[in-house]
């Protein structure tokens, strides 16, 4: 089965810390992977995509097949990063259907 | 602005109401899918649309229902409201094919009372 974990509901950080936000996942297929972020229960944003291997606010996040893993990172927290964080997962076998994570809540603490 | 335009951004009624919540996706999207954003479930997938054919269903209860139309909006009928049903409702668009970014509403706010 098709599954996205983020195993932290919430993860708190002073500012300049560094983050890491935990995501894992179950496909058998060949994964594609995202990071959405909402503020403030606005609207989900894409924060970066697997694929495109950019760094977006000073986020990286790295595909692990060996340890289905794709962690978001960022070395040092800044307090406007404090929000909801999704990683998601597209099957594309299944019409482009994208499943989510649980979301995990940073928050940083000046 | 994503493009991805929800309406009404809340909606308050009554347990046993029926609503209907609107959804323009981005132009030239074909894609449409809805999610529910409850504080205990977190972001739960419901349905999916492409190009008016429904492709995936998530957990979507039967009294609930979707469709697109040809002009590629979509509606997510809600009946025989419950108090539980109260939850943030988004709506996203993308593209079908290739490695695509979905584009998310700004979502509905429905609070059953």
């Known amino acids: 089965a098709q599954r996205v974990t983020q195993p932290e509901k919430l993860l708190s950080v002073f500012k300049g810390a560094p983050v890491e936000l935990k995501c894992n996942y179950s496909?058998?297929?060949?994964?594609?992977l995202f990071w959405y972020v909402q503020y403030s229960r606005q609207r989900l944003q894409l924060l970066l995509r697997h694929i495109s291997r950019e760094s977006i606010k000073g986020f990286t996040a790295d595909l692990n097949k060996g340890e289905t893993s794709f962690h978001l990172k960022k070395p040092f927290a800044q307090e406007e990063d404090s929000a909801m964080y999704y990683c998601a997962l597209m099957i594309y076998n299944q019409g482009g259907k994208l499943i989510f994570g649980q979301g995990t809540e940073l928050s940083v603490k000046p | 602005d994503s493009g991805v335009t929800q309406t009404p951004k809340h909606l308050i009624t009554a347990t046993g109401q029926r609503v209907t919540l609107r959804c323009s996706p981005r132009?030239?999207?074909?894609?449409v899918y809805w999610y529910q954003q409850s504080l205990d479930q977190g972001l739960q997938f419901l349905i999916q649309y492409y190009n008016g054919e429904e492709r995936a269903k998530g957990n979507i209860l039967e009294r609930f229902s979707a469709q697109q139309f040809p002009d590629l909006h979509s509606e997510l009928n809600l009946s025989s409201l419950e108090l539980g049903d109260s939850a943030l409702y988004f709506c996203?668009?993308?593209?079908?094919?290739?490695?695509?970014?979905?584009?998310f509403g700004q979502g509905t706010r429905l609070t059953v009372v």
């Open positions: 496909y058998s297929g060949s994964p594609e």
């Open positions: 996203a668009s993308s593209e079908f094919q290739g490695n695509t970014e979905a584009f």
């Open positions: 132009s030239g999207d074909l894609s």
